[in-house]
C-alpha cells in the first residue's frame, strides 16, 4: 500500500524519548511523508492529524517497565483504533536499556496486543556512524561497549551483542538475520524470516551497515505489521511507502522571528563540544549541580532578566560524566531548564534548542506543547519543528549525540 491508494496515516510510530521521537519524525518526512508529532499519550477520542505518518512520543525509556508497556499499549491502541495499518517501535541508535528492559518488554507487548508472532529489531542508523554486524552494534569505528555509552548515568551499554542484550530482557527466542542475507535482497530477507519464524523465532536482530542494507530490509519485512529499530530503518520504510524514487524533503519554511535560547542537559561528548563552542559565541549560565530547587529557578530568571534583549543566550547543566550529580540531581536540574524555558517564552523567545532527551520532556511539558509540525533539519536526525497551537515557537530537540559542533551557533543565527 502506497500514499497514493489511501487516505489517513499509512504509519504508525510510537518512539520512547522525545528526541528520539522528533529523529524518527524527521527521518520520515525526508523520505516524502506528511509527518506528525505528538508528544505524550494522545487523548482516546482525538483523531490521528491528516498526514501520511504520525509519531507519537513517550517518555518510556527509563520508566518502570510496567508504565512503559501500558503508555506503548494505550498508543498502540489509539493508532489501530484510527485505522492504522502498521506500526513501528522506535528506540535509540545505541539500543539503551537496561537488563530489565524497556526495548524487550515493549516489543513484546505490542506483538501480542497486535496477534502476530514475530518482528525484526535493527537499531543501525548508518549516516550517524550506528552499524550492526553479526549482531553486535558499533558506534563509527568502536564497538557500543567501547564508546562514551558505556558511562550513561541512566542506561549504560556495556555490551555490543544484541541477541545476548535482547535475550536478559524478553523470554522469547531472539536469533539473527545475517548480512550476508539480508545482502541478498528483500526476497532473501522474507525467506530467511519465514524460515525462523517456523522454528519459533520472534525477535530476529537484523545486520545492517549501510542504507542499502535497511532498504532490502524495509523491502523484506512489509508483511509484518509491527517493525522495530531506530530511525535509519524507518526512512527506508518511508520510501517504500512513498515510491521508489521519491525525492528526499529537505527545505525548511521560515522560523518564527524573536529571540533564542538554548537549553543543554545532555552530557554527550558531542553536546559537550556544541556547549564549549556556543559558550565563545553568546552569553551562558551554568546551573548549579547541587543546588536547590527553589534557588535554581531564582537564579536563572534573575540571569534571563539580566540579559533579555542582548541577543541568543544559553543555560545549561550539561558535564562531563560524574559532573552532575546522582539521579535525583538530575531531575531538579531538568526541572530547572524547564523554568528557564517557560520564563524565556514569557520575556519573548521564539526558537527554542534543547539537548538531550530527559532535558527535551521536561521542557516540553513544561510550555504545555502537545504537537508540533515536523519541518527540515538544521543536522541530520535534527529538525526544526513548528508548534500548532496559538503561541508560535521553533523547538529544535536535539539527542545528545547529534549535531556538528557549531549547531547551537549556526540555530540561533538570525534571531532577533
Not at 18 to 38: E, N, P, Q, S
Not at 52 to 76: C, G, H, I, N, Q
Not at 163 to 184: F, I, M, N
Not at 345 to 374: H, K, M, N, P, Q
Request: aromatic share 4%.
Amino acid at each position: 500500500m502506497t500514499i497514493a491508494s489511501r487516505r489517513g496515516p499509512l504509519l504508525g510510530c510510537v518512539a520512547d524519548d522525545y528526541t528520539g521521537g522528533t529523529d524518527v519524525a524527521a527521518a520520515l518526512r525526508r523520505a516524502g511523508l506528511r509527518t506528525a508529532l505528538l508528544f505524550g499519550r494522545p487523548d482516546a477520542d482525538a483523531p490521528p492529524p491528516e498526514c501520511d505518518a504520525v509519531v507519537v512520543a513517550l517518555k518510556t525509556r527509563t520508566a518502570p517497565v510496567a508504565e512503559a508497556v501500558s503508555a506503548s499499549l494505550a498508543v498502540r491502541e489509539w493508532l489501530t483504533g484510527h485505522g492504522v495499518p502498521r506500526l513501528y517501535v522506535k528506540y535509540c541508535s545505541t539500543f539503551d536499556s537496561t537488563d530489565e528492559g524497556n526495548i524487550g518488554p515493549i516489543v513484546d507487548a505490542v506483538l501480542d496486543a497486535a496477534g502476530t508472532a514475530q518482528t525484526v529489531v535493527c537499531p543501525a542508523a548508518p549516516e550517524h556512524g550506528r552499524t550492526v554486524y553479526q549482531g553486535h552494534l558499533f558506534v563509527g569505528d568502536r564497538l557500543l561497549s567501547q564508546s562514551p555509552m558505556r558511562h550513561h548515568p541512566l542506561t549504560p551499554m556495556t555490551d555490543p551483542d544484541l541477541v545476548a542484550v535482547l535475550s536478559r530482557q524478553t523470554p522469547h527466542p531472539v536469533g539473527l538475520l545475517p548480512l550476508r542475507t539480508v545482502r541478498r535482497g528483500g526476497a532473501a530477507v522474507r525467506a530467511a524470516l519465514d524460515e525462523l519464524g517456523r522454528r519459533g523465532v520472534r525477535h530476529v536482530v537484523a545486520d545492517a551497515t549501510c542504507d542499502e542494507d535497511l532498504t532490502a530490509l524495509a523491502a523484506g519485512t512489509a508483511h509484518l505489521p509491527v517493525v522495530t529499530g531506530a530511525a535509519g530503518l524507518a526512512r527506508a520504510v518511508g520510501h517504500l511507502l512513498t515510491g521508489a524514487g521519491a525525492a528526499e524533503r529537505e527545505e525548511t519554511p521560515p522560523l518564527p522571528r524573536g529571540p533564542g535560547i538554548v537549553l543543554s542537559g545532555s552530557c554527550s561528548a558531542a553536546t559537550l563540544a556544541q556547549v564549549e563552542h556556543a559558550r565563545e559565541v553568546f552569553p551562558s549560565y551554568r546551573l548549579d549541580p547541587d543546588g536547590a530547587p527553589d534557588e535554581l529557578a531564582a537564579g536563572v530568571r534573575a540571569w534571563l532578566d539580566a540579559h533579555a534583549g542582548r541577543g541568543p543566550v544559553m543555560v545549561y547543566s550539561s558535564a562531563a560524566p560524574g559532573g552532575r550529580g546522582d539521579a535525583r540531581a538530575g531531575e531538579v536540574l531538568e526541572q530547572a531548564l524547564a523554568e528557564a524555558a517557560r520564563h524565556a517564552v514569557g520575556l519573548g523567545v521564539r526558537r527554542i534548542v534543547v539537548a538531550g532527551g530527559e532535558t527535551s520532556g521536561a521542557v516540553v511539558r513544561g510550555l504545555g506543547i502537545g504537537s508540533v509540525i515536523v519541518t527540515g533539519e538544521a543536522d541530520r536526525g535534527v529538525p526544526w519543528c513548528l508548534t500548532t497551537g496559538e503561541l508560535r515557537l521553533a523547538l529544535l530537540l536535539k539527542s545528545g549525540n547529534f549535531g556538528r559542533n557549531d549547531l547551537f551557533v549556526r540555530a540561533m543565527e538570525e534571531t532577533e
